[in-house]
């Protein structure tokens, strides 16, 4: 063969083999993409608050003690309570001493709750709704609605008449798929209600863009439902007229609107994870890498801005944004997931993290 015959046959190889690459690639993919467009961060009302660096102050609760505490919550006798990445639920006793109270095994262990009973319920994204009562029995509260297994429990909040209300982030992806969601665009989200009485589990919203923490307000006149990817919360209101409708409560937030907390003056504490780059602002216009994304998935883990840094913003009652404290390059915290407030002090989790933060509100 003469050094051009050469040179084509290789080239054609080449073409057929990236051709062949592609075909995989968009066939056997996991997801059928939608594209979005996201407004300009700049547009984010936040913004008008100065970047920063209040989340570098927080002492740091338990470190090197607890694996990327997602969510954190205090009990009304001062007992912080959390679930780590290997399975357990530890809490933090009012005279300084941790404890590995439950060991419910597993990796998805996500939002928290104290109950009026002070039972801790706990989303297992793996295992559903699951209740630790006080003297360390573990039961399986919700496992299954309308015949479906729930897949992705995520947060979780009780009602004064005891109904618990919980968030499912995606019917079809799991935890360990979560970056199939966020790529996927399309809304797989569910806002549940579980009843004690009947122990029954309904659905009371479908189709959320990834429904993250939940909130009622103080006079339970409403909840909150974060929907992650779409950078906002609803409001589902359980009361009044309008009981069982939506509206938006909060939208175009500068991140993905993560765990939700009331605060004790009515206002609401979000934890803001960083989901947007100008990469991954690219990939939302682009079904072709999404596709490449979804089958390389250390890729996404290399683009995605998680890490970079954390914020938490306070948002009034009517959905303005008060106030916000941020870790702008993630120096002491990132990947901050939850925000709860207790006795003048803000209790952080993160995903990416070996410690509760701590931070003092008065000084901040
Ligand atoms: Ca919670
Ligand atoms: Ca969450």
Redesign the pocket.
């Known amino acids: 063969m003469d050094p051009k015959q050469c040179v084509s046959a290789c080239s054609g190889f080449l073409i057929a083999c990236l051709l062949a690459f592609t075909l995989q690639i968009i066939f056997f993919s996991p997801i059928s993409p939608d594209l979005i467009e996201l407004p300009p961060p700049s547009s984010s009302a936040s913004h008008l608050l100065p970047t920063n660096t209040h989340l570098q102050r927080v002492i740091k609760l338990g470190e090197g003690y607890l694996k990327d505490p997602e ?1 954190v ?1 205090v009990d009304r006798n001062g007992v912080v309570y959390t679930a780590t990445r290997d399975g357990w639920v530890k809490r933090l006793h009012k005279n300084g001493t941790w404890q590995d109270w439950k060991f419910i095994d597993g990796h998805a262990l996500f ?3 104290t109950t009026m009973e002070n039972d801790l319920i706990v989303c297992d994204a793996e295992k559903g709704l699951l209740k630790v009562s006080e003297n360390g029995v573990l039961t399986v509260l919700a496992a299954h609605v309308n015949g479906s297994k729930i897949r992705f429990a995520n ?3 009780e009602a004064s008449d005891r109904s618990l209300y919980f968030s499912v982030s995606s019917t079809k992806f799991g935890f360990d798929n979560l970056y199939l969601d966020v790529l996927e665009a399309k809304p797989h989200g569910q806002l549940l209600k579980y009843d004690p009485s009947s122990n029954e589990t309904s659905i009371l919203l479908d189709g959320l863009a990834f429904a993250n ?2 909130a009622i307000s103080r006079d339970e006149d409403y909840l909150i439902v974060c929907e992650t990817w779409k950078f906002r919360c609803l409001k589902y209101w359980l009361k009044g007229e309008t009981r069982g409708e939506t509206e938006i409560f909060v939208q175009n937030l500068p991140g993905g609107p993560d ?1 939700i ?1 009331l605060a004790p003056d009515g206002s609401f504490w979000i934890a803001i994870v960083e989901f947007r780059s100008n990469v991954l602002d690219f990939v939302h216009t682009s079904k072709a890498s999404k596709h490449v994304l979804a089958a390389f998935p250390k890729l996404y883990k290399l683009i995605s801005p998680v890490h970079r840094k954390a914020t938490v913003i306070n948002v009034a009652a009517d959905g303005s944004i008060i106030r916000k404290f941020q870790d702008p390059k993630g120096k002491v915290m990132s990947f901050v997931t ?1 925000a ?1 407030e207790f006795e003048d002090h803000l209790y952080l989790g993160s995903l990416n993290s070996n410690f509760i933060g701590k931070l003092p509100l008065k000084a901040a």
Do not use: A, E, L, M
Request: with cysteine.
């Open positions: 969510d919550c939002g928290i709750t947060d979780v909040i923490g939940v765990n907390n939850s709860f």
